[in-house]
């Protein structure tokens, strides 16, 4: 009986923190959807300004067709789900595995760039640092 018990509550610590972090991923889309928004409209006024003054010629519809699809993609992170963007994820990732892969790559690129930096930041303001620091400068010729 008490493994029962102890299933029950593992299933239920489980579906409590699914339904957390689908909220936390609902609220953080709707977020992100709406500054996107902001953004697609901050690059329908260049486009209007590009073809008022006239400058670069076919430019500002480039402008518009890519202040299209950013609008497009805020609208869908607002309507989404968190289920809808993980299914969608999934989907993407099934037809262009070699894509999720490059992303994982990059993301691992700038994480250890990140680490590196922040690591090096923090020796060098520590007190070994600067003793370190200190002795290369007393003993330098």
Do not use: N
Not at 83 to 88: E, G, K, Q, V
């Amino acid at each position: 009986m008490q493994t029962t018990d102890v299933r029950e509550a593992a299933a239920q610590a489980v579906q409590g923190s699914k339904s957390f972090l689908g909220k936390q991923v609902d609220e953080r889309s709707t977020t992100i959807g709406q500054q996107i928004e902001t953004v697609a409209h901050d690059l329908r006024s260049v486009g209007d300004q590009l073809r008022t003054t006239g400058v670069a010629g076919g430019a500002a519809t480039y402008v518009d067709r890519g202040a299209e699809l950013v609008d497009q993609f805020g609208h869908y992170l607002q309507d989404a789900d968190s289920a809808r963007l993980i299914a969608d994820l999934e989907s993407f990732a099934r037809r262009a595995p070699w894509a999720v892969a490059a992303g994982a790559l990059m993301l691992g690129f700038a994480a250890s760039r990140f680490l590196k930096t922040s690591s090096a930041r923090r020796y060098h303001g520590s007190a070994y640092g600067r003793a370190y620091e200190s002795e290369a400068t007393f003993y330098a010729p």
